[in-house]
Nanobody, 128 residues
Framework: QVQLVESGGGLVQAGGSLRLSCAAS????????MGWFRQAPGKERVFVSA????????YYVDSVKGRFTISSDNAKNTVYLQMNSLKSEDTAVYYC?????????????????????WGQGTQVTVSS
């Protein structure tokens, strides 16, 4: 079993920044491919960003490109999402997801169905 613990959410004014963290613990994989998803009130959970197990490949949904940056610390099995220039439409519960991959893997998952483990979610609220 793998546990994902998220932190860093909160209330911020439009134009501000937050950094989300997600640490994986439990069963040890050579690497985790990790992703961030978000769910706004009354809407489905959607993909935001992902990073490969190698840490060399990243992908973003168009709406956050240039504003959000995903990074990982593989030694700590931790992924970060730096969110800048936040907008009210970024308000959502943000979920971290992970799945074990082989060392050096370049695979990136944009579908929630490809992830085996999920965090509990952290609320991000952007006030306008």
């Amino acid at each position: 079993q793998v546990q994902l613990v998220e932190s860093g959410g909160g209330l911020v004014q439009a134009g501000g920044s937050l950094r989300l963290s997600c640490a994986a613990s439990g069963r040890t994989f050579s690497r985790y491919a990790m992703g961030w998803f978000r769910q706004a009130p009354g809407k489905e959970r959607v993909f935001v960003s992902a990073i490969s197990g190698s840490g060399l490949n990243t992908y973003y949904v168009d709406s956050v490109k240039g504003r959000f940056t995903i990074s990982s610390d593989n030694a700590k099995n931790t992924v970060y999402l730096q969110m800048n220039s936040l907008k009210s439409e970024d308000t959502a519960v943000y979920y971290c997801a992970a799945t074990g991959v082989s060392s050096g893997s370049s695979w990136i998952g944009v579908s929630g169905l490809r992830y085996d483990y999920w965090g509990q979610g952290t609320q991000v609220t952007v006030s306008s």
